[in-house]
């Protein structure tokens, strides 16, 4: 299995600024996924990032206002712009296994907007 | 437009059997029926994933009706750390999981 590491665990942003989150795996693996969760609802993915390649955005979501990078096959980061209350939420990272059907997730990022 | 319909919430008394039922009466013939989990505060984790036949492992049973348009998820002795959001999930094995509600399982003692 694949431990995955966030950071920040939690974070208190004001509306107008951004906030990087990054994902540390602990192997190398080609495709990592960002996930959203808003308070009390499910999760909705955000955007595949694989290395070496821009990433894939869900319908939805957008570049501009959630930019991805993915430097090499261990890391990740979302950067979450012009932060609004609407974007607290939950922010996980995930991973594929070796076995298609599984996925590992990280512990995700806390954030609140004032 | 949800592929899966689950009841919101169930409870299940500590050392008895949850089954946790999934209707997904569209799925298609590729897709897989996946079931994962969120204890509070946490990240979702896998359960378990079938095709057409039942499937049981370490920590769960499944068992996917004969026309695939439904499923059951059994937890065989739930334990108080069994309480959780369980997500069924209808996807084909491309990485990409569409969460619904899922399930609000609490177990009480």
């Known amino acids: 299995s694949a431990v995955i590491s966030q950071k920040p665990s939690r974070d208190i942003c004001q509306r107008g600024t951004s906030l990087t989150i990054q994902c540390q795996v602990d192997?190398?693996?080609?495709?990592m996924f960002w996930y959203r969760q808003q308070p009390g609802q499910s999760l909705t993915l955000i955007a595949t990032?694989?290395?070496?390649?821009?990433?894939?955005?869900e319908s939805g979501f957008v570049i501009d206002k959630f930019p991805i990078s993915r430097p090499n096959l261990t890391f990740s980061t979302l950067t979450v712009s012009n932060m609004s209350p609407e974007d607290s939420s939950i922010y996980l990272c995930?991973?594929?296994?070796?076995?298609?059907?599984?996925?590992?997730f990280g512990p995700g990022t806390r954030l609140t907007v004032t | 437009d949800a592929k899966t319909t689950q009841p919101p919430s169930m409870d299940c008394a500590e050392g008895r059997a949850a089954n946790l039922p999934c209707n997904h009466s569209t799925i298609s013939g590729n897709e897989y029926v996946y079931w994962y989990r969120q204890i509070h505060s946490q990240g979702p984790q896998y359960i378990i994933h079938g095709l057409k036949n039942n499937e049981t492992n370490e920590m769960a049973s499944l068992i996917i009706t004969e026309d695939r348009k439904s499923s059951t998820l059994i937890l065989p002795h739930a334990t108080l750390r069994d309480t959780a959001v369980y997500y069924c999930?209808?996807?084909?094995?491309?990485?990409?999981?569409?969460f619904g509600a899922g399930t609000t399982v609490t177990v009480r003692a």
């Open positions: 995930s991973v594929p296994s070796d076995r298609v059907y599984e996925q590992y």
């Open positions: 999930i209808v996807a084909p094995p491309d990485y990409k999981l569409s």
């Open positions: 192997s190398q693996v080609t495709m």
């Open positions: 990032a694989n290395q070496g390649s821009e990433a894939t955005y």
